[in-house]
């Protein structure tokens, strides 16, 4: 139980184009989703919180203009990173946390994004 | 952001071994969580703790929440070379709020 699923795992972009990375909670309706972002050797570092319909809640530093967060479902999260640039390369990987186990976070597998 | 202060950060040990690492925190956490993370992969949970001075096992894992709900331990007995990667504590300030990771800790196992 408690699977969390990303789409896509990889992906490689031109500078200036948009990438939407998919966070799917598979066997579980997940009230809260968070998106973090992680460079190499590195920890997690918490991007946004984001409850199903209501607006995410970004961490000092974000822009939320660039890093689009939709929270359309209890089981559907997307980031869309816009007009990507070198420097937004990075992991960024997805947790949620369910109804039943809601101090638990339980990750996604990543999605690793390069932009050229 | 804040970050909670994980040592040792890294080591290398022998198959067999036992393992110790731990956490610091300057504020007080509510939950504490363990976790793993293989390279390219997001992290796996091992190991949550609820209360102040509990002690927590997970087949070879231990972990125990510190009773002045700043630090936590984890215990990992008689290594395997499966138990490499790097390692995550997690504190939680309250119900369903976000996590403050530690730095990692890196285990390298050798046969």
């Known amino acids: 139980g408690a699977v969390v699923s990303q789409h896509p795992s990889r992906v490689i972009c031109k500078s200036g184009t948009s990438v939407k990375i998919e966070c799917r909670s598979l066997d579980f309706q997940a009230t809260t989703m968070f998106w973090y972002r992680q460079f190499p050797k590195q920890s997690l570092m918490l991007m946004a919180t984001s409850n199903e319909g209501s607006k995410a809640t970004y961490e000092q530093g974000v822009e939320k203009d660039k890093f689009l967060i939709n929270h359309a479902s209890l089981t559907l999260s997307t980031l869309t990173v816009t007009s990507a640039h070198p420097e937004d390369s990075s992991f960024y990987i997805c947790?949620?946390?369910?109804?039943?186990?809601?101090?638990?976070?339980?990750f996604g597998p990543g999605t690793r994004l390069t932009v050229l | 952001g804040q970050q909670l202060n994980q040592s040792p950060q890294s080591m290398f040990i022998q198959e067999g071994e036992d393992v110790s690492m731990n956490c610091t925190s300057s504020s007080i956490f509510n939950t504490w969580l363990w976790y793993k993370q293989d390279p390219g992969e997001g992290p796996v949970l091992l190991i949550a703790l609820y209360k102040a001075g509990e002690l927590t096992s997970n087949g070879r894992l231990t972990a125990q929440f510190g009773i002045t709900r700043k630090d936590s331990f984890l215990n990992i007995s008689a290594s395997i070379p499966s138990d490499v990667g790097i390692y995550f504590c997690?504190?939680?300030?309250?119900?369903?709020?976000?996590?403050?990771f530690g730095t990692g800790t890196r285990l390298q196992v050798t046969l």
């Open positions: 947790s949620a946390s369910s109804t039943v186990r809601v101090d638990e976070q339980f």
């Open positions: 997690a504190g939680s300030p309250g119900t369903a709020s976000k996590l403050t």
